[in-house]
């Protein structure tokens, strides 16, 4: 990957790598990444897919990851479901929400974006 980890053009990275995945039953959800406390990326999904950056004030679960999660996440080398489970990854808000960025981490090959 190119792109830095949480900027404009990894989201742009994600929409690119999540196009061509199947559809899914999986609801439209608004999503923050975020590493540390400053660095966070919006993602706007739909149908199992990210569909572009979300908006700030439409956020409903902020899911706070190391930049090493999010790589191994990205990757398939870790399981979103499963690092929530084992207790690795907490999201804040929304738990529907959170089951969408988990059916997009699960059913598409996002390893493209990874470091």
Sequence with gaps: MTAEA???EWVEALV?????APETTARPATVALA??????????????RVTGPGADDEVEVTV?????????LLAGR??????????????????GAFLSLVELFESTDLSSVAE
Excluded at 16 to 20: E, L, R, T, V, Y
């Design 6 to 8: 949480l900027s404009e």
């Design 16 to 20: 690119a790598a999540s196009a061509d």
């Design 35 to 48: 590493i540390g406390k400053t660095k966070r990326a919006v993602l706007a999904l739909e149908a199992g």
């Design 64 to 72: 706070p990851v190391t930049g090493a999660q999010l790589n191994d």
């Design 78 to 95: 870790e399981s979103m479901a499963t690092s929530y489970i084992r207790g690795d990854v907490k999201p804040e808000g929304a738990i």
